[in-house]
């Protein structure tokens, strides 16, 4: 994998889809970073257990930020299962690549969405 960033990395990175928090959102998802500390969380509405909107909010880096408008997007109209089935590696692919070093950040998305959804399951007594 390429030490820089791809144009669709930096695309994300400078112009981020779905930033920010969801009001009354069905389902909040918070989680840090074990290797660089850093947070993130997502929000989501869902209906008829797609999700119709979500958001996100870090503190991490460039490659968090990118990785998660990615990750946002492609589960945006998902139903809740077909979101749980996306994994960092498809994002990786989706964004053409990531430097080693920063696969780390792409797991944040990943994982913060998968606690949005348990969160609303446990919400909602699935
Ligand atoms: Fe922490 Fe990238 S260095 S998310």
Not at 33 to 55: F, H, L, P, Y
Request: with cysteine.
């Amino acid at each position: 994998m390429s030490e820089m960033y791809t144009q669709q990395v930096m695309d994300h990175f400078t112009n981020p889809r779905n930033v920010g928090e969801i009001e009354n959102a069905d389902g909040v998802g918070q989680v840090g970073n074990a290797k660089c500390g850093d947070i993130m969380r997502i929000s989501i509405k869902v209906e008829n257990d797609v999700i119709t909107d979500v958001k996100f909010r870090t503190f991490g880096c460039g490659a968090a930020i990118a990785t998660s408008s990615v990750a946002t997007e492609m589960v945006k109209g998902k139903t809740l299962d077909e979101a749980l089935a996306l994994t960092n590696q498809m994002v990786i692919e989706k964004l053409g690549g990531l430097p080693d070093v920063k696969i780390h950040c792409s797991v944040l998305a990943e994982e913060a969405l998968h606690a949005a959804i348990a969160d609303y399951k446990a919400k909602h007594g699935k």
